[in-house]
C-alpha cells in the first residue's frame, strides 16, 4: 500500500532552517509528483510548491521562492523540503502530498510534520 | 489570501443538504482548470472528496457531489450527517501565479 512517512516534530530558533522528510514506499517514486502544503495552527492549507522525482525540476510558490528548497532522493524514495530563515509565523504542519500530473488532485498525505518556530 | 474565495462556515440539520462555493477567477476556475476538493477532519490530513470537478475516488460516498458553472464551483453533501463535521477545501491551478492554490477553507456544522 502507498504510505508517505514524514520526519518528527521540530523546533527551531527564528533564522535557522529546517528540513523535513517525506519517505514514500508502495509505488513508482519517480511516477508521481511531490508537493508540499503547509497549515499555520487554525489556518488554512497553503501550497508551497512541488518537485519532479523524476528529474528534479521544481516549482516553487512566489510566496516561498528563495526560501524554500526541495530535494529528492530516488535510492531511498525519499523527498526533502528544507525552509531557511524561519519566522515566527512559519510555526505550521508541513504536509507532503503526491499527485500524478503537476496539476492533478492530491490522492495521498504524508501524516504531518509539525515545526514550530520559537525563540 | 487566497484567490479562491469559500464561505467560512455553512451549517444544516442532518438530513438537509448544504452547498459549499468556491470563487475564483479567469486564471483559475474560469479558465477551465480542474478544481478537487478535500475533507478535513480535526488533526488529520486532508481526504480527496472529489476531482475534476465531479468526480468521486473509490469509497467516497454519492452524497457529495461537485459541479462548476463560470469562475466558481460548488460542493454539495445531501443527507448530511453528523461525521460529515469537518473544513473543506477547493483547489486548482492558477495561471497568473504559476502553481496550485487552496481555497479559505468551509467549516461545516450539523445542527
Known amino acids: 500500500q502507498v504510505q508517505l512517512v514524514q520526519s518528527g516534530a521540530d523546533v527551531k530558533k527564528p533564522g535557522a532552517s529546517v528540513k523535513v522528510s517525506c519517505k514514500t514506499s508502495g509505488y513508482t517514486f519517480t511516477s508521481y509528483y511531490m508537493h508540499w502544503v503547509r497549515q499555520a495552527p487554525g489556518q488554512g492549507l497553503e501550497w508551497m510548491g512541488w518537485?519532479?522525482?523524476?528529474?528534479?525540476?521544481?516549482n516553487y510558490a512566489q510566496k516561498f521562492q528563495g526560501r524554500v528548497t526541495m530535494t529528492r532522493d530516488t535510492s531511498i524514495s525519499t523527498a526533502n523540503m528544507e525552509l531557511s530563515r524561519l519566522r515566527s509565523d512559519d510555526t505550521a504542519v508541513y504536509y507532503c502530498?503526491?499527485?500524478?500530473?503537476?496539476?492533478?488532485?492530491?490522492?495521498?498525505w504524508g501524516q504531518g510534520t509539525l515545526v514550530t518556530v520559537s525563540s | 489570501q487566497s484567490v479562491l474565495t469559500q464561505p467560512p462556515s455553512v451549517s444544516g440539520a442532518p438530513g438537509q443538504r448544504v452547498t459549499i462555493s468556491c470563487t475564483g477567477s479567469?486564471?483559475?476556475?474560469?479558465?477551465?482548470?480542474?478544481v478537487h476538493w478535500y475533507q478535513q477532519l480535526p488533526g488529520t490530513a486532508p481526504k480527496l472528496l472529489i476531482y475534476?470537478?465531479?468526480n468521486r475516488p473509490s469509497g467516497v460516498p454519492d452524497r457529495f457531489s461537485g459541479s462548476k458553472s463560470g469562475t466558481s464551483a460548488s460542493l454539495a453533501i445531501t443527507g448530511l450527517q453528523a461525521e460529515d463535521e469537518a473544513d473543506y477545501y477547493c483547489?486548482?491551478?492558477?495561471?497568473?501565479?504559476?502553481?496550485?492554490?487552496f481555497g479559505t477553507g468551509t467549516k461545516v456544522s450539523v445542527l
Open positions: 483547489q486548482s491551478y492558477d495561471s497568473s501565479l504559476s502553481g496550485s492554490v
Open positions: 479567469s486564471s483559475n476556475i474560469g479558465a477551465g482548470y480542474d
Open positions: 502530498a503526491r499527485t500524478k500530473y503537476s496539476s492533478s488532485s492530491v490522492d495521498y
Open positions: 518537485i519532479n522525482p523524476n528529474s528534479g525540476g521544481t
Open positions: 475534476g470537478y465531479s
